[in-house]
């Protein structure tokens, strides 16, 4: 199970979080500057999962931003550290090469794109296309 | 959207940072959120921020609640909070308008409005009850993408008690046209099964209508329900295994569209998905793994090209295979894929490699033997996680034979990790090889001694109880024990000797405790010299006042010769009017206790561990001073749970006329309150009610002993090995040459420092050897000429409540001494130990929950099934192997039926269980007021049972024997008959009675059988005769309660009668009054457990409303009412 989805970048500064197992609010962002920590502390020659508490951490860098999503031990690390990459090309087709930029001018949609992909902690989607569907057919009401 | 940020951003190189950006300063010139990111990047102190954010959220609430602002303003604000909560600042006032937001907005600020609500809100935040007007809307909306929307949030949040207000509105988009209607219908519905399971209970064939769906995604959705179903039940869904081996066919053949790929491969996550649902239903399912081993094949054969998506598969795949039925040549290819991933140079998959290992051993341990030089690279690996994984990896490989090297590898790992949650996951791991395997007394106490100061006071606290009891109890022989006490108390006083300021509190009390039971021991040292340094650590800065009372009553145990007497005197002087009370009483014992001798040895006997002292747990001893102050006006006692429970129920009461979640809610809150009383508050219970006091502290006791230890279990063992022998038994290894063979002699050489010279190599072997000896084939294990069970060293002593039945029937050989002594025994050292920490470890128990854990093997699931199916006719899940097939035909029993039950209708005697010397069958007898269990004996051996004596318990039900005294004898081939009275304390939908027989065959040596007896809720359901009115004032003081549709009989004329009459014949309700569209029905468990049933017809269906008293009944009684309902 996925327990959260963070995008934070090398300033330590969080672009997006999303939480499937209740966290209070104030203990977020110990949380965050913690998990931030654990991932610039590792190079590229490490693996992408990193040990913390008593979850998993698999994170992938795109430049200067972290995508890093927690995880339950009972996970396959691996299909999440693809997930992660899925979620960023899917992105990336929606704002067409996606920047740092993009996810903080638009924190919204990325919500949205988000909650088409992963809800309750599972993956429910991952065809970009359908994942886009329904972003798209609102933004086409609003303009059209 | 707006435009102009977009083709701005579009233009931009890729992810670059936002400093270096010419455009960012137009874009945030154009937004409000582009002003707050970019003040918030410009600051430098975290002080900055937050006055920053204040302002903002200030101007924010200034907005939002000004009649003037358009929903587009609003939407633009929600975004805004939604940032500041993001950095962590709460803007609860912000709540209510992101409803408002999501009722009144166009499709963008709507979905805005819905977005801000699951992100701000919790499951069970009171305010999520306005949502359920803007759902039921926009789910009738025509507009598609409304219906969208409405259907995303459901399925992420929404309030359990309103389901049923929108359940049809969902149902129905089941069969819609649109695939994402029906596909986030499902999701829906998925999250109302995980967060209410009984409300979607009569839609279960339209998952498998959605599994069938034409489109991948609603399939691929409803597989989301059904792992969760399988995982609950496998066995009912077996059926559907060879529509799963199809799916999966399907995709790994790429039948899918296109655009299902990632990187070329079909729906990876999909695959996943099925391939784990497919090892739930092959786990120990020869049948069921065959019709999968081709697709397994396939999809390892598919999976070739070098991409990580198609190895994570590979990973679930492997997985797969090792959980379900085994099949040779699929297992020689799912380890060569492992090798594949543990020697890949990419870490990821190497880390992924050991973790399918580490899977993979507990099944085929011989396979680490492939891989140990990888392993060992693995465990001086650069990086923690491959290090750790490693680890785990070897706690599962440990034997009595590598336990040293292993051990010693986690101790080197803690000393370097600085994680608290790893420190106690390891210090536990370290202290239960410990336990098991121990070489020795020196290497036990040595590595105990490590455990101690590295885990400290984050460690488990069971970790020091279970240590100090092990010491306390001692193994087989006296000398052995002696020994190894004399070893810790020499131990402890050197660290005493040294710096004991630097050692952790938990240990200091472990050293306290052990040097004042065994410091007496060693006779070269003199108690006031142990006196001496114990009051050394009184004077530490460092000892909390726990620890000093601690030394205290080690003090107090010591303090028996005259030359000590200084020293006591002096300390209790000095904490006799300390503040801390608990400090002053110990304080006063010593002194007292220093100075009478008489006394101080009737206190603490010296060999006092041995002797039973009884404990009066249920304080009887002041049932004068009770009755005295009841006399006087005092208020009776109520447990501390009984009093909550009567707090919440005066609450529920106030609320009852906006209660719409409230109810239930406190009704699981006082649920789980009753589930875990402390220790204390029932041995103050006055009424010392010793079968619920063993009963409850069971469960506490089970927790503790979550892992399986290996003494005990088995029993005495004939012979002992001598240790030094077990700690040199070597295996035959490939690796070894006869040089390292030699070195391995010498009792350090197995430690290797890693060096770059190429003797390095060698080390490495030698390491291999050392860590992988004893995991070879069993024909190599009978080469050493021991099995590995005579090498194991600390076994506690067999006891009757450290056993749990390991077959079938079990019968218990006790030592001649009898079992009152042992329970006795067992009883002190556990009030001792739980004295030591708040550990409730109460071994009292013998009859409850151990057995009961243990006895529901997987394979017994099938048999809570059908109790239920069969509706009132009880299965007993027979505990015997013999039973099945060839059960006995008993009705013959039937003639020992009490002649006051003869004329009463009975249940169906079933045989319980069998061994050589009893027969127990069981049936109930539903009699008007309650239920009465009849236990039929049959004494089948040719010897007489002396002293039959049976317990029988269930957490949710109240036993009372009718006749409680022991049958004194049981002449060979004739039958005693025990009676029961149950009622129900809590209701379920099922209840298990556990049921333990002790017996003497022989003189001397106590037999036990056990049993399990399940029956099901509606054996206790009574009609309850009320009028109208009575019913109506009952409905209103009710305060739980429950809803659901039901299915209505709509082939009969008259629906609604026909319906409540197949309720009532079937579950013995009485029906009060039917009006048209509606009617009442009303039952009883006892005359004070109520449960009143308000139905009527709509839409089909039968809505029904459930309340009671009593929480739990209406859940558990519609479930009854539903199986009824579904089976006619």
Redesign the interface.
């Known amino acids: 199970m996925i327990k959260f989805v963070l995008m934070v970048?090398?300033q330590g500064?969080?672009r997006?979080?999303?939480y499937y197992e209740?966290v209070e609010?104030?203990r977020?962002?110990a949380l965050e500057a913690a998990v931030v920590r654990c991932c610039l502390s590792r190079n590229k020659?490490?693996?992408?999962?990193?040990?913390?508490?008593?979850f998993r951490l698999v994170y992938r860098q795109?430049?200067?931003?972290y995508v890093v999503m927690g995880v339950t031990h009972s996970e396959?690390?691996?299909?999440i550290?693809?997930?992660i990459q899925?979620f960023v090309e899917v992105l990336d087709k929606y704002?067409?090469?996606?920047?740092?930029?993009?996810i903080?001018?638009?924190?919204?949609?990325v919500?949205?794109i988000l909650?088409?992909m992963i809800?309750?902690g599972?993956?429910?989607?991952?065809?970009?296309?359908?994942v886009l569907?329904?972003l798209t057919?609102?933004?086409k009401?609003?303009?059209g | 959207?707006s435009d102009v940020?977009?083709k701005t951003?579009?233009a931009?190189?890729?992810?670059?940072?936002?400093d270096s950006?010419p455009g960012?300063a137009k874009?945030s010139a154009n937004?409000k959120?582009?002003n707050l990111?970019r003040g918030?990047?410009e600051l430098t102190s975290k002080h900055e921020e937050e006055k920053l954010i204040q302002r903002e959220l200030s101007s924010i609430k200034e907005q939002v609640s000004s009649p003037n602002t358009t929903m587009r303003q609003m939407k633009e604000l929600m975004?805004r909070t939604?940032?500041c909560?993001?950095?962590?600042?709460?803007a609860s006032f912000s709540y209510i308008h992101a409803i408002k937001l999501a009722q009144q907005g166009?499709?963008?600020e709507k979905?805005?409005g819905y977005?801000a609500v699951?992100?701000f809100l919790?499951?069970s935040h009171e305010l999520l009850l306005l949502l359920v007007n803007t759902v039921l809307k926009d789910l009738q909306s025509t507009n598609l993408?409304e219906v969208?929307?409405a259907l995303?949030v459901v399925?992420?949040m929404f309030p359990k008690d309103m389901i049923p207000a929108i359940l049809p509105l969902v149902e129905e988009k089941l069969s819609h046209s649109k695939e994402?209607i029906r596909?986030k219908a499902v999701?829906a519905l998925?999250?109302f099964y995980?967060i209410a399971p009984n409300q979607v209970q009569h839609i279960h064939n339209k998952f498998r209508k959605a599994l069938c769906d034409k489109d991948p995604?609603v399939m691929s959705?409803s597989l989301?329900i059904y792992l969760q179903l399988i995982q609950e039940n496998p066995e009912g869904y077996k059926d559907l295994t060879m529509s799963f081996v199809t799916i999966l066919k399907q995709v790994v053949m790429g039948k899918l569209p296109m655009?299902?790929n990632?990187h070329c491969v079909p729906?990876?996550?999909?695959q996943?998905?099925l391939l784990r649902i497919l090892s739930l239903l092959g786990k120990n399912d020869q049948s069921m793994s065959e019709i999968m081993y081709e697709i397994l094949d396939e999809s390892l054969q598919r999976a070739e090209m070098n991409h990580?998506?198609t190895?994570?598969?590979l990973?679930?795949c492997v997985k797969c295979i090792y959980t379900i039925h085994p099949k040779p040549d699929l297992l020689e290819k799912a380890a060569k894929c492992i090798g594949s991933f543990v020697l890949s140079p990419r870490?990821?998959?190497?880390?992924?490699g050991l973790?399918a290992l580490t899977y993979v051993v507990q099944q085929d341990p011989k396979l680490v033997l492939q891989h140990q030089m990888t392993i060992i690279e693995c465990l001086d690996h650069?990086?923690?996680?491959?290090k750790?994984e490693t680890l785990e990896l070897l706690f599962r490989i440990t034997n009595a034979q590598n336990v040293t090297v292993i051990v010693e590898k986690m101790l080197d790992f803690l000393q370097v990790s600085e994680?608290n949650?790893?420190t106690i996951d390891l210090v536990g791991k370290v202290a239960e090889l410990a336990e098991k395997y121990a070489p020795d007394n020196e290497w036990f106490i040595e590595t105990m001694n490590t455990v101690f100061s590295v885990g400290g006071d984050v460690m488990q606290p069971d970790i020091p109880n279970s240590f100090l009891k092990l010491l306390l109890e001692g193994f087989d022989s006296v000398e052995e024990d002696k020994k190894l006490r004399l070893f810790a108390v020499n131990s402890y006083v050197s660290l005493l000797q040294g710096e004991p300021s630097r050692l952790p509190q938990r240990f200091l009390q472990v050293i306290c405790w052990v040097l004042g039971e065994y410091a007496h021991l060693n006779e070269d040292v003199e108690p006031d010299a142990v006196l001496r340094l114990l009051a050394k650590l009184l004077d530490m800065k460092s000892s909390t006042s726990e620890t000093k009372s601690w030394v205290l009553i080690a003090m107090t145990k010591l303090c028996s010769g005259g030359a000590a007497f200084s020293v006591a005197h002096e300390v209790s002087e000095t904490y006799g009017s300390s503040m801390d009370t608990m400090l002053r009483q110990r304080a006063q014992e010593l002194q007292h206790l220093s100075q009478d001798s008489a006394l101080q040895s009737r206190v603490f006997p010296r060999s006092g561990s041995q002797e039973p002292v009884e404990v009066d747990s249920s304080l009887s001893f002041l049932d004068g001073f009770v009755s005295e102050a009841l006399a006087a006006g005092a208020a009776p006692y109520k447990p501390p749970h009984q009093r909550q429970e009567e707090m919440s129920r005066s609450k529920v009461l106030s609320l009852e006329p906006y209660g719409l979640s409230l109810p239930i809610s406190m009704s699981s809150c006082s649920v789980t309150d009753r589930q875990s009383p402390t220790l204390l508050s029932m041995s103050s219970s006055l009424s010392g009610d010793s079968a619920e006091l063993s009963h409850k502290a069971s469960s506490t006791t089970l927790k503790l002993d979550g892992v399986t230890r290996v003494w005990g279990r088995e029993g005495y063992l004939v012979q002992r090995e001598p240790v030094q022998e077990a700690a040199q038994v070597e295996a035959p290894s490939p690796l070894r040459s006869p040089r390292q063979q030699g070195d391995e002699d010498s009792p350090h050489s197995q430690t290797p420092t890693p060096t770059p010279t190429p003797e390095s190599e060698q080390e490495k072997q030698q390491l291999a050897s050392s860590l992988f000896v004893g995991l070879a084939s069993p024909s190599s294990v009978s080469l050493m000429g021991k099995s590995e069970q005579t090498s194991q060293r600390f076994r506690r002593k067999a006891r009757i409540q450290d056993k749990p039945p390991t077959s079938g029937e079990q019968i218990n050989n006790l030592p001649p001494g009898g079992a009152a002594d042992l329970l006795l025994d067992s009883n002190v050292s556990s009030e001792l130990v739980s004295s030591l920490e708040q550990t409730h470890r109460n071994s009292l128990d013998l009859t409850a929950n151990g057995a009961c854990d243990a006895e529901l093997p997987d394979g017994d699931v099938k048999e809570i099934k059908t109790p239920l199916s069969t509706d009132d006719s009880v299965l007993a899940a027979g505990l015997s192997p013999h039973e099945g097939p060839d059960r006995p035909k008993d009705l013959c029993l039937t003639s020992y039926l009490p002649a006051e039950l003869s004329g009463l209708s009975h249940s169906e005697i079933t045989l319980l269980c069998t061994n050589q010397s009893l027969d127990l069958s069981a049936c109930h007898v539903q009699k008007e007021d309650c239920v009465e269990l009849v236990v039929f004996i049959k004494n089948s051996s040719d010897s007489a049972a002396h002293q039959l004596q049976m317990q029988i318990s269930c957490e949710e039900i109240e036993v009372s024997c009718v006749c409680d005294s022991p049958v004194e004898e049981l002449k060979s081939h004739s039958v005693t008959v025990c009676q029961y009275f149950l009622t129900v304390k809590r209701p379920s939908v099922c209840f298990d009675l556990v049921g333990m027989v002790y017996y003497q065959l022989a003189a001397g040596s106590l037999q036990t059988a056990q049993f399990l007896y399940k029956l099901p809720l509606t054996s206790f359901i009574r009609p309850l005769a009320v009028s109208t009115e009575e019913y109506g004032t009952m409905w209103l003081a009710f305060s739980h309660d429950t809803k659901q549709n039901l299915p209505l009989m709509k082939d009969e004329r008259e629906p609604l009668t026909a319906t409540l009459n197949l309720l009532k014949t079937k579950l013995q309700l009485h029906v009060v009054e039917i009006i048209g569209e509606e009617g009442i029905v009303a039952c009883c468990l006892r005359p004070d457990q109520q449960c009143l049933l308000h139905c009527r017809m709509h839409a089909g269906m039968l809505a029904a409303w459930l309340r009671s008293p009593v929480p739990d009944l209406p859940d558990s009684l519609l479930y009854h009412c539903q199986r009824a309902l579904q089976e006619r």
């Open positions: 970048n090398q500064q969080t997006l979080s999303r209740p609010l104030s977020r962002a020659e490490q693996c992408s999962f990193v040990e913390y508490k008593d795109y430049a200067a931003l396959n690390e691996l299909s550290y693809e997930l899925n704002f067409s090469r996606v920047s740092e930029l993009d903080m001018f638009n924190l919204d949609s919500h949205i909650d088409e809800q309750n599972h993956v429910v989607e991952t065809n970009k296309s359908r569907a329904p057919a609102i933004n009401m609003v303009d | 959207m940020m977009e951003l579009t931009l190189p890729s992810l670059l940072s936002l950006q960012s874009l937004s959120l582009g990111i918030i990047t975004v939604i940032y909560e993001m950095l962590g600042y709460e166009n499709v963008l979905r805005v977005l699951s992100l919790n499951e993408i969208c929307m995303t399925s992420q994402i596909r999701l998925y999250k995980l995604g959705a989301h655009d299902f990632y729906a990876p996550w999909l996943i998905h990580n998506i190895y994570a598969i990973y679930e870490i990821n998959l190497k880390y992924l973790k650069p990086d923690l996680i491959i750790r994680d949650h790893t």
